[in-house]
């Protein structure tokens, strides 16, 4: 029998390809995370579902020892960057586990489908370099307004960026807006709902 290698015959149906990003979370540090729902489907729609998601985020965040710097929450996805704990990243998917879990326990009680898969994956990235922490930084606040929903971010309210304005002195604030945002590598092809009053 022939080597396929010296014919030009792929073997691509031999190579084991991986179906969800690698997850790489042992590392203390500064993380950049979005995650989406199943298909992109808008179950956070309105300002109730938003409100429990935004809630769900950010208490997790603290129940597990993430220190938020930044977030925005969407009907079909969500970003945030976050300090990890002195342990390291690993919890991030017991974190998001978590989250997931007990929101779309919630949504399928209201829709009345139980079972029901709502989220998909998450990806992250670890932040090294400060140019691309302040980039994202401003990504993350500034995504409303990138998907069109809002033409200035404090007018979102399920986002980080009225909180920020508060209690980041201005210099740090006029810093992390002055960021450049269009060249970052960010999955971010979401397609948000517009009803989010």
């Known amino acids: 029998m022939k080597d396929p290698r ?108 139980p079972g029901r898969k709502v989220w998909h994956n998450f990806r992250e990235t670890r932040l090294t370099y400060e140019k691309s922490y302040l980039a994202r930084l401003n990504y993350a606040h500034q995504n409303p307004v990138k998907h069109g929903l809002v033409p200035v971010a404090s007018q979102y309210p399920w986002c980080s960026v009225g909180w920020f304005e508060r209690v980041a002195p201005p210099a740090q604030v006029k810093t992390v807006y002055g960021f450049k945002t269009d060249k970052l590598n960010v999955y971010d092809e979401y397609d948000p709902c517009e009803d989010w009053h």
């Open 6 to 113: 010296d014919t030009g015959e792929s073997l691509q149906h031999e190579v084991p390809w991986p179906h969800a990003p690698t997850h790489c979370l042992s590392e203390t540090g500064t993380y950049f995370v979005t995650a989406g729902t199943y298909c992109k489907e808008h179950f956070f729609h309105g300002a109730e579902r938003l409100a429990v998601l935004q809630r769900g985020l950010l208490k997790l965040a603290t129940r597990f020892g993430w220190r938020m710097e930044a977030w925005a929450v969407f009907s079909n996805h969500y970003h945030f960057v976050a300090h990890s704990p002195e342990t390291g990243g690993e919890s991030l998917r017991e974190m998001l586990a978590s989250l997931h879990g007990a929101t779309a326990v919630w949504i399928n009680r209201i829709e009345k489908h």
